[in-house]
């Protein structure tokens, strides 16, 4: 499997030099990472979060809107808070001379684990360390290290439970994943942990026994030779037991029963993959007949975000109980929905919630046959793009 990826920015992204984003990365909106700020593969940063120079976030992070990472403190035991007296020239470059300048001593910026879920409006305060898969509540501020596997949320974040037992967290741990060549990752169903995890310490004892293997000289190898030659009598009379059923015609005729069940079993794997193949192959033409007709006489075709958010849209339009003519108008215009517009706001479930609240109680009382006038049309759409 080929691994050259590309960043998704925003344009309106801003990311400063010496920082590294380990593609493929997303930034949505206005997210702002800041210099030496280093970004594993398959994360993404949303909409209006700042993440402070020097800070480190693993691979396939999380990161939810208006957060703040490694945000710099003030001194507390000087004089005075106010930056006049160490970074005047920042805020104020016109006074330049005014206050002597004395330097403030900060701890380093924040690390972010792998697998890390940092909700929407948080906090993560400099010199902390957030473990490998770890979820930061909503709102919470981070002060203190955040141990691997552990769900935190309040301010200041407190412990609500970990994610997993002790075993299971080791285990995980233990198998680094987030490190795994995409060709395995690829063949995992991450929703089956159990299956995840041995198929993960299968590789691992693999990785294990080759390493073992080439840091053998060829002295030493002679010498697991002569070991493997000189068997104990227990061993010898195991080989003698398999040699016997081996030449037995009964033993070889179950073998060959149990061959001939083999290859039928995968000509069966074989067959259900082909099936799999081609229900595959009808989700992605339907998926582009969607598209094809959302976008019907709109220039730039869709992304598969609009169309994810039109099937949601209309799910929760209609669980609102919301008229058929909304359903119809919505859907027939959902492309408009996204003409100057940052369609990432809609992953903020309790903000599209409030928008189908308000087209519900905007279009309430109009008759169920009839389409929605012209200025009960405007106001839906002034709803979905944030103007309402």
């Known amino acids: 499997m080929s691994e050259k990826f590309q960043n998704y920015l925003s344009k309106y992204s801003k990311v400063e030099r010496d920082a590294v984003l380990e593609a493929p990365v997303r930034l ?9 700020v280093t970004i594993g593969r398959f994360s993404y940063v949303n909409n209006r979060t700042t993440v402070a120079r020097g800070t480190k976030i693993g691979r396939y992070c999380s990161i939810g809107k208006n957060v703040e990472i490694s945000v710099f403190d003030h001194p507390m035991e000087w004089l005075s808070s106010s930056p006049v007296s160490y970074n005047l020239h920042l805020h104020f470059p016109d006074e330049k001379g005014l206050f ?3 330097k403030i001593d900060r701890k380093k910026a924040a690390t972010i684990g792998n697998d890390v879920w940092i909700s929407s409006n948080s906090v993560i305060l400099r010199g902390v360390t957030i473990g490998d898969g ?3 509540g909503a709102g919470s501020v981070v002060t203190r290290d955040v141990p691997p596997y552990s769900i935190v949320a309040g301010t200041p974040a407190r412990l609500i439970r970990k994610r997993f037992d002790d075993e299971t967290i080791e285990r995980l741990l233990s198998t680094a994943w987030w490190d795994r060549p995409l060709e395995v990752l690829s063949t995992l169903s991450f929703d089956d942990l159990a299956s995840c995890l041995e198929s993960l310490e299968t590789l691992e004892l693999a990785d294990k026994a080759e390493s073992l293997a080439l840091s053998k000289t060829p002295t030493e190898l002679d ?10 009598p227990e061993q010898e009379l195991a080989k003698a037991v398999t040699e016997a059923t081996e030449s037995n015609p009964e033993s070889e005729a179950d073998t060959e029963a149990e061959a001939d069940a083999e290859v039928e079993a995968e000509a069966e794997a074989e067959a259900e993959a082909e099936v799999d193949a081609d229900v595959e192959t009808d989700k992605l033409t339907a998926l582009r007949a969607s598209i094809q007709d959302i976008e019907a006489g709109i220039k730039k075709p869709p992304s598969e975000e609009k169309v994810i958010f039109a099937s949601l849209l209309s799910d929760k339009l209609r669980e609102a109980n919301a008229s058929e003519a909304v359903l119809e108008f919505v859907n027939t215009n959902t492309s408009q929905l996204f003409h100057d517009y940052d369609y990432a706001d809609y992953y903020d479930q309790m903000a599209l919630n409030n928008k189908v609240l308000q087209i519900v109680e ?20 002034n709803i979905l793009v944030g103007k309402g």
């Open 100 to 102: 002597v300048q004395s």
């Open 223 to 232: 010498e697991t030779a002569v070991t493997t030659a000189s068997k104990s």
């Open 362 to 381: 905007s279009t309430r009382g109009l008759d169920e046959a009839d389409a929605l006038p012209a200025p009960v049309q405007k106001t839906v759409l």
């Open 28 to 36: 949505y909106g206005s997210a702002n990472i800041k210099r030496e």
């Open 134 to 136: 770890c979820i930061v």
